[in-house]
């Protein structure tokens, strides 16, 4: 059985009209932390697959992938999602972004790369971006951002920001 959103809005809302009100505040905090509702700039908390808010109307920030303009990038693009989401679902109790982006880096010896390191992490709560204090080294996600270094060399101004699918 395959697990749609619509399925997982109809189990957070039982969740939630089950809360008493004390205990809705921390189901709350909770499902933004695990990335199952979201938070607009306004404050005002969102379900799972509302693209805009409730309250202000704002569209849902970091909602679509940005890549550079050369190339789809396909099933590469796909795999960097897998890995990602491998990776946050390995780290629970951190808040899970709503998309990462990566650096361009010349570091690395067969020419210009997407860096492991130096990531930016986004949450649907801001505008701007924070740092990422981990390394993706020796993960799947440093492997697919090697597959799509090699498929298309990223050059200066490229964005690279992939949304985290949370289920
Ligand atoms: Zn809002």
């Known amino acids: 059985m395959t697990t ?5 809005t109809a189990i957070l809302g039982r969740l939630i ?6 205990e809705e505040i921390a189901l709350t905090d909770a499902m933004i932390t695990a990335g199952l509702m979201w938070r607009c700039p306004c404050g005002a908390n969102n379900g799972y697959d509302d693209i805009a808010c409730g309250l202000c109307g704002a569209a849902r920030l970091w909602a679509e992938d940005e890549t550079p303009p ?6 590469l693009l796909d795999d960097l999602r897998a890995a990602l989401k491998d990776w946050f679902d390995d780290r629970p109790r951190i808040r ?5 982006s990566f650096r361009v880096t010349t570091e690395y ?9 130096g990531a930016t992490v986004f949450f649907s709560s801001s505008p701007q971006g924070l740092d990422y204090s981990h390394d993706f080294e020796r993960s ?4 697919a951002l ?3 270094s090699e498929f298309d060399r990223p050059q200066t101004g490229d964005t690279l920001r992939i949304v985290v699918p949370a289920i």
């Open 146 to 148: 090697v597959e799509i």
């Open 109 to 117: 010896d067969d020419g210009s790369a997407w860096a492991t390191d």
């Open 96 to 100: 899970r972004p709503a998309a990462v």
């Open 140 to 143: 799947a996600v440093a492997d």
């Open 70 to 75: 050369r190339y789809e990038y396909g099933e």
């Open 17 to 22: 009209t089950a809360a008493s009100p004390y």
């Open 4 to 8: 749609t959103t619509a399925d997982v």
